[in-house]
């Protein structure tokens, strides 16, 4: 196995942990850690990316946001709620106007693409 596809299998791992974390912990957000996981799987290792596609828990996030049917209000709020405090404290660790810049810019362009996101009424 290549470095590169051991790193995103490892990368999906943990993020599939959060994504798992987050159904049980409110201020972890599930939907973005596990379409990031299904992102890493699908490059890193393709036998994971299937059974992340068919598992029962985390199948329907990814399904959901392939097929645009919506994500969960309480999530996108979770999700940029968690984005921001992160953010923060990086900022905050940093001190570096430039650093401080580019994640604000960051931080924007990811709220943006969650708030048009089509949601989802029901969970």
Avoid: D
């Amino acid at each position: 196995m290549s470095g590169k596809r051991w790193c995103l299998k490892v990368l999906g791992i943990l993020c599939l942990a959060f994504g798992a974390a987050g159904i049980v912990l409110p201020v972890l957000p599930t939907t973005p850690f596990v379409i990031a996981a299904a992102l890493c799987f699908s490059a890193g290792s393709p036998h994971l990316a299937a059974w992340l596609e068919q598992n029962r828990y985390f199948g329907p996030y990814i399904e959901h946001y392939r097929n645009k049917t919506g994500v969960p209000l309480r999530q996108k709020i979770g999700g940029i709620l968690f984005l921001w405090v992160m953010l923060g404290i990086s900022m905050v660790i940093v001190q570096k106007p430039f650093v401080v810049l580019i994640l604000c810019i960051v931080g924007l362009v990811v709220t943006l693409h969650l708030v048009l996101l089509k949601t989802r009424k029901t969970c």
